[in-house]
Every structure is written in C-alpha cells, then in structure tokens.
C-alpha cells in the first residue's frame, strides 16, 4: 500500500548559511558599526546580541530576510522576548522542527474530516498517511497545502509505492 509521511524539519546547513549571510550584512552596514552586533547559532536556537532595542528589532528583520531567501519558512521561529539593559540587548529566537501532539491531531483530524479513503497515524514527530491509491495520498497532499491555519511548514516524505 502507498504511503508517506508528514514531518516538518528544519534544514540545520541553510540555518547556518542563513545566520552567516546575517552577520556578513550586520557588520557592513553603516548603522551597526560599533556596536558589537552579531547573531549566534547554537543548536536551532539563533541569539542576537546588539545595544538597543531598535537594532534588535533591524536584526530580526534582517534574519527574517535571510532565512526566506534560504527556504526556511518563517513559521518555524519562535521569538523569545528580548533582555534589554543599559548599553546590551539579547533576544533569542528558537527555530521549531518536528510535529508536536496537538499539531498532529490537528492534521489527523482534517485528514478524517476530508472523508478521503486514506489512514493517518502519529508516529512521534510525524504523521504516516496510507491509502490504496497513489491520487487519494496526492489529494490528502493538496489539502493540507491548502490549510492556512497550520503554526508549522510541513514537508512530505518517504513516498512509498
């Protein structure tokens, strides 16, 4: 039986371009000279340390830019609130992967709402949908294209004939 699998996964290699392409920008731009400013990857979660308020407000845009342009979708950042003191200000911002509980039964659900002759099951950090036929898989593919309410991007793999 056809089957694939539904995950959403960060590709860590164009966080990494990303965050370099960041930095390159922040230390030639004239408005940042001086400062100390630089963004910081460890693991998935990307730090930004600047002086002011503002220019972590310039930085998260500049990485939002970045981050577009390298495919990773924006859904997946979670903006932590920013510690600001006299002459510092950090902000972390963590990058999300993998299907948590309520977003896997958000999708199961509307996979079952779409009376498609599919099965869905949560196997940890991704759903595995399997069918009978290849065009119901590719129908329950297009519907969740189509949902707007989802707080991650998802990718579709493992495609089994």
């Known amino acids: 039986m056809?089957?694939?699998?539904?995950?959403?996964e960060l590709d860590k290699h164009e966080l990494q371009n990303a965050v370099d392409q960041a930095n390159k920008e922040v230390t030639t731009r004239y408005d940042f000279?001086?400062?100390?400013?630089?963004?910081?990857?460890s693991g998935?979660?990307?730090?930004?340390?600047?002086?002011?308020?503002?220019?972590?407000?310039?930085?998260?845009?500049?990485?939002?830019?970045k981050a577009n342009r390298r495919g990773i979708d924006v859904?997946?950042?979670?903006?932590?609130?920013p510690n600001v003191q006299l002459k510092s200000a950090k902000?972390?911002?963590?990058?999300?992967?993998?299907?948590?509980?309520?977003?896997?039964?958000?999708?199961?659900?509307?996979?079952?709402?779409?009376?498609?002759?599919?099965q869905a099951a949560n196997q940890g950090d991704?759903?595995?949908?399997?069918?009978?036929?290849?065009d119901d898989l590719q129908q329950v593919m297009?519907?969740?294209r189509g949902m707007?309410?989802?707080?991650m991007p998802l990718q579709f793999n493992n495609f089994r004939d």
């Open 75 to 81: 859904k997946c950042m979670e903006v932590k609130d």
């Open 142 to 144: 297009q519907l969740l």
């Open 33 to 41: 000279k001086g400062t100390g400013s630089e963004f910081i990857l």
């Open 91 to 118: 902000q972390d911002i963590i990058m999300r992967e993998g299907l948590d509980a309520a977003l896997s039964k958000k999708i199961i659900k509307a996979i079952k709402d779409s009376k498609l002759k599919v």
């Open 126 to 134: 991704s759903v595995r949908v399997t069918g009978k036929k290849r």
């Open 44 to 65: 998935t979660t990307v730090t930004l340390s600047t002086e002011s308020d503002f220019q972590l407000n310039q930085m998260y845009d500049i990485l939002v830019q």
């Open 2 to 8: 056809p089957s694939f699998d539904i995950v959403s």
């Open 148 to 151: 707007e309410d989802l707080e």
